[in-house]
């Protein structure tokens, strides 16, 4: 009969993120500024009687408040050490305060305690002397939800508190935190971890628990834990978990990207590509595809407004695509879809984007909502930039205001002449919305009186009489105003936060200077 194994003989299963918890400064990922002057500071005897941290989620604020209260009441293997940057690990306060039982060491979470009698509590205890460790230490959590009347009654404690007592304080919100407690701390600012490091601190780990990882999946992973150590670990150990059952293969690209719903990264750059271009039906097939396949809408369109961020980049950082950790695909797909795509463009569909996360988090269907996203964006990619629309009105009314006579016309029409009525609905435009400088557009505007040469007619003084209703010579100027036309609007409404006093209309190379 096969004998079941007792809880005493098989350790507990832990998750990376609790098994590879830092214990140590040293052992800190991405903090090299903090553990430098802790350091310095407990090997100069240089202790404040507060510290806050604050930072990102899983970036290591309650681990370094941990190593803070086993560093200054550590006591060596022996029993007779002092408060060192390296503890030990294995003295009774190092041991309790990793298995967090130690009576002189207690924290705390502001999030579930926050009124004035929980801080009550806290000033009270301060008073007594430590009763195993060196200090009495306070680590306090998401230290900004403690309510204002509770820091109030806090701050005299906090200025000048016993010999015996340190506080250490953790925030993701630095800014809801009073600036009368602020300016009692010493302040820390945990700061995002690079792609790199966690790279390296990622395959260490992979490598101790005997798996195998590429690069490829490895960069996605560190992409995905935005900075954050915790969050790269709870997603390295559900990546070994999701192949586990397979065999002893290497976590691939694929694996990865199947598992965090995210499209692969060529057909991100195809799918971005369809949509520029104007062809609607080829993007939607591949989007319904990868649908199928697994894809979350969301991370879809994140991805693209990741591509997107990286082409702008592309044009205007030099170099920015031969960093060597760049993938091989984004660096060759890069540059050339980066050569095809004008600023204009790259930042008008940054700002659909943006705006398309939203609806879809908001979409009964996310999906519909994708697809009508970029239904959307390939339709203004046709469309043409507000300095390329008005650029082509003022071309057509020069044109047609100017034309070329052998006699010259009398200075003062006829009083008898009708004025030419305009069509119905206002002035009529049929133009085909190109996108591109080199094809601007054409609108049909309303015939101009022709206008008499500088040479044949002197400079007459304006008068209200004879000046009323005449354009000004040699300068092909709108009859109506340019806000006001149609398609200008049309325009404007692609271009939310746009203008007309915000366009600067370059001169054309065969006319010149434009009004």
């Known amino acids: 009969m096969n004998e079941t194994p007792s809880p005493e003989t098989t350790a507990p299963y832990q998750v990376f993120a609790r098994k590879y918890r830092p214990s140590t400064f040293a052992e800190l990922v991405g903090q090299d500024a903090m553990v430098q002057t802790l350091t310095n500071a407990i090997h100069a005897d240089r202790l404040a009687q507060a510290y806050i941290l604050t930072?990102?989620?899983?970036?290591?604020k309650t681990s370094t408040a941990r190593i803070i209260a086993r560093a200054l009441n550590c006591i060596g293997a022996d029993g007779n050490g002092g408060p060192t940057p390296d503890p030990c690990g294995v003295c009774a306060n190092c041991l309790a305060i990793a298995e967090d039982r130690h009576v002189d060491v207690l924290e705390m979470d502001a999030a579930s305690r926050t009124g004035v009698d929980d801080i009550r509590e806290v000033i009270d205890g301060v008073r007594y002397r430590p009763t195993s460790a060196r200090f009495k230490i306070y680590i306090i959590d998401e230290v900004h939800m403690l309510s204002r009347h509770a820091f109030n009654a806090l701050l005299k404690t906090l200025e000048e508190p016993p010999e015996h007592v340190k506080f250490v304080f953790a925030t993701t919100e630095i800014r809801k935190v009073p600036v009368t407690v602020l300016s009692r701390c010493q302040r820390f600012d945990l700061r995002r971890v690079d792609m790199e490091t966690l790279a390296a601190h990622f395959a260490a780990i992979a490598e101790k628990e005997g798996a195998k990882i590429s690069q490829s999946a490895l960069h996605l992973i560190t992409r995905a834990a935005d900075g954050s150590v915790r969050d790269g670990l709870s997603l390295l150990d559900q990546a070994v978990s999701h192949t586990a059952t397979e065999g002893d293969g290497e976590i691939d690209e694929a694996e990865v990207r199947g598992m965090l719903g995210l499209a692969d990264r060529s057909r991100s750059f195809m799918l971005l590509?369809?949509?520029?271009?104007?062809?609607?039906a080829p993007a939607l097939d591949l989007l319904g595809q990868l649908y199928k396949e697994g894809a979350d809408p969301l991370a879809i369109l994140e991805d693209l407004l990741e591509i997107t961020h990286w082409l702008t980049r592309i044009k205007v950082v030099a170099g920015a695509a031969d960093a060597p950790d760049v993938p091989e695909i984004e660096r060759v797909r890069g540059k050339d879809l980066e050569s095809r795509l004008s600023m204009a463009a790259l930042a008008r569909t940054w700002q659909m984007l943006l705006k398309g996360l939203q609806e879809v988090r908001q979409a009964p269907s996310p999906i519909q909502a994708a697809e009508m996203i970029l239904v959307r964006l390939a339709h203004t990619a046709e469309l043409p930039t507000p300095e390329e629309a008005i650029r082509g009105m003022q071309r057509d009314a020069g044109q047609s205001g100017a034309k070329p006579s052998a006699a010259p016309p009398p200075a003062e029409p006829p009083a008898a002449l009708p004025a030419a009525a305009p069509p119905p609905g206002g002035p009529t435009t049929e133009a085909r919305l190109?996108?591109?400088?080199?094809?601007?557009?054409?609108?049909?505007?309303?015939?101009?009186?022709?206008?008499?040469?500088?040479?044949?007619?002197?400079?007459?003084?304006?008068?209200?009489?004879?000046?009323?209703?005449k354009p000004a010579p040699n300068s092909p100027k709108l009859k109506t105003d340019p806000a006001k036309h149609p398609l200008v609007?049309?325009?404007?409404?692609?271009?939310?936060?746009?203008s007309i006093e915000d366009i600067r209309v370059a001169p054309d190379s065969d006319e010149g200077d434009p009004a």
């Open 434 to 469: 190109t996108g591109t400088a080199s094809s601007p557009v054409v609108v049909a505007m309303p015939e101009t009186a022709p206008e008499p040469p500088l040479e044949d007619a002197p400079n007459p003084v304006p008068t209200a009489s004879n000046d009323a209703g």
């Open 273 to 280: 590509e369809s949509v520029m271009a104007g062809d609607v």
């Open 55 to 60: 930072g990102v989620r899983g970036i290591g």
């Open 489 to 498: 609007k049309a325009v404007m409404e692609t271009f939310p936060g746009s």
